[in-house]
């Protein structure tokens, strides 16, 4: 079983739809929790951090659920350039050093 | 945007030869971190670094060495490389380990023939 997974999607939407996608980790002592934006043959870039409060955006919502170990980003209204590569990344800073990278998942949002 | 460069952008070389990445940033920040990301894998870490002359392996650290020598610095070296390590590899940076966010760099491209 894989530490961090994610739907790989892809995921086709209408402009104007709300998509959530979900990601799952397994090791319960993982302390920090982030979602990451990667564009077709670029970099990944912090999108947003996952509290465990939840946390808004504008259009991004990201809900952690410890009890269950999973993470999940909701996007309303969206856009043609929210297209793009969604990582979920999850850090556990007191197991020695250990960031996992889910593989990701693939939105394709069409006019 | 994060300082972070990353040379060579492109490279095609052969199997069983020597490869040397090189990360450098202009943040001063203390941890640098290798990567690849291939197909259904994610990004994986290599190895990382916790300061000058302070390297670690990360997960798939076999067939790779790093190297340190100055803060902004962070040298990936293929001893010999192979077919199995063509990838995409990004050198990350952050201020601290796990909470802080990393910044990555724009990624080299390497192609083992």
């Not at chain 1, 509290?51 to 919502?61: K, L, P, Q, V």
Request: with cysteine; proline share 4%.
């Amino acid at each position: 079983r894989k530490e961090v997974e994610q739907d790989p999607g892809p995921f086709n939407v209408p402009e104007g739809a709300t998509v959530a996608f979900n990601c799952t980790y397994s090791n319960s002592a993982s302390q920090s929790f982030f979602w990451y934006r990667q564009d077709c043959r670029k970099e990944p870039k912090l999108l947003m951090s996952v509290y465990s409060s939840g946390n808004e955006d504008g259009r991004f919502t990201a809900q952690l659920n410890r009890a269950s170990q999973y993470i999940s980003l909701l996007i309303r209204d969206s856009k043609l350039s929210d297209s793009a590569t969604y990582l979920c990344v999850v850090s556990d800073q007191y197991e020695g050093f250990k960031t996992i990278f889910g593989a990701g998942t693939r939105l394709f949002v069409k006019a | 945007d994060a300082g972070i460069t990353q040379s060579p952008r492109h490279k095609v070389t052969e199997t069983g030869t020597p490869v040397t990445l090189r990360c450098h940033q202009t943040e001063n920040h203390r941890y640098m971190y290798w990567y690849r990301q291939d197909p259904g894998h994610g990004l994986r870490l290599i190895h990382y670094s916790y300061g000058v002359k302070d390297t670690d392996k990360g997960e798939v650290s076999d067939g790779y060495s790093v190297s340190r020598s100055k803060t902004e610095d962070f040298l990936l070296t293929l001893e010999s490389a192979t077919s199995s390590q063509t990838s995409v590899y990004f050198c990350a940076i952050s201020e601290e380990a796990g909470e802080e966010t990393q910044y990555f760099g724009p990624g080299t491209r390497l192609l083992v023939l």
